[in-house]
């Protein structure tokens, strides 16, 4: 479908299919050289196109990967009650037919869930993970406040439902600045398939324990980066995380919300653009080791 987001100048769309049901494209630097691949996971209501601010920073230096998510976009429905290893099945299913062996593994809010899952299950495809405004163990208030926006779905959410998503997301009166940014999100949760919004966010709603008692085992670097204005995906449940993942550290964006891959994208694509380069640095400070070891 159209969308208000694009990549302005350097990103080159190399690639876009579809293979068993998802719905990708790739983009790459403008120089032939070798590099790493990153992959994009978007959130609940959203597809590929919302990465648009980072697709454009980081394909400078990184071959990106952006795909629909089961239930959305130009992708396949997921089953009638999904789990997250099936959307991180779809992930490695992609891997696959496209050829590549390992990627740093970014995800938004549900993608974040996503990218966490692929990363536990499949360690030695992953070079480094990023968890953008993850939900993790949520309060009992929290808790009780998705699970009664999840149990009211019959579908895709209706204008007032929309309304209603884009002020937890954007701020109640929306910003001036923030306008554009909050119409293209808008349009993109209208246009959803209402049986994959309705099935993804039931998962998302009762997801937020499922890598709690995990991520000790998370054995990649790891960066959770949220914004300081974002409740429901907070700064403490980012800090939560990093405490408990042996590589990872917590960032938090200074009055950023949940969108901050398109309000604030400077912010986050520096943010991403330092971890990954940390993250690529170790891995081939490894891979040297493991070959004169």
């Not at 990549?7 to 990708?24: F, I, K, L, S, V």
């Not at 071959?63 to 009638?80: F, I, Q």
């Not at 209208?190 to 000790?216: E, I, K, M, N, Q």
Request: glycine residues 6%; aromatic residues 6%.
């Amino acid at each position: 479908m159209k969308s208000d987001f694009a990549p302005e100048h350097a990103a080159t769309r190399t690639q876009r299919g579809q293979t068993a049901g998802t719905c990708y494209s790739v983009y790459a630097p403008q120089s032939s050289a070798a590099c790493e691949t990153v992959v994009l996971i978007h959130g609940v209501g959203m597809n590929q196109s919302v990465w648009a601010p980072q697709i454009d920073a980081l394909s400078e230096s990184f071959r990106v990967v952006a795909y629909d998510m089961l239930g959305h976009g130009e992708s396949a429905l997921p089953s009638a009650e999904p789990t997250l290893d099936e959307y991180a099945a779809q992930l490695e299913a992609l891997l696959d037919a496209i050829h590549v062996e390992r990627a740093h593994v970014v995800g938004h809010s549900m993608g974040a869930l996503v990218a966490l899952e692929f990363a536990l299950l499949n360690a030695p495809r992953t070079l480094s993970v990023v968890a953008l405004n993850a939900v993790y163990d949520r309060t009992p208030a929290q808790r009780e406040a998705v699970m009664t926006r999840a149990a009211s779905l019959g579908g895709a959410p209706a204008a007032s439902g929309v309304d209603a998503t884009l002020s937890r997301w954007f701020g109640d009166p929306i910003p001036g600045h923030l306008t554009q940014a909050a119409q293209a999100v808008r349009a993109l949760l209208l246009a959803v398939d209402p049986v994959g919004y309705a099935r993804t966010y039931r998962l998302f709603a009762c997801s937020d324990d499922a890598h709690v008692g995990r991520l000790a085992n998370l054995a990649v670097p790891a960066l959770f980066l949220t914004g300081e204005c974002d409740p429901n995906s907070s700064g403490q449940m980012s800090h939560a995380m990093a405490a408990v993942a042996p590589r990872a550290r917590a960032e938090v964006i200074a009055k950023a919300r949940h969108m901050m891959n398109v309000t604030d994208p400077e912010r986050v694509n520096a943010s991403l653009l330092a971890f990954l380069a940390e993250a690529s640095a170790a891995h081939a400070a490894a891979t040297t080791g493991e070959r004169h070891g």
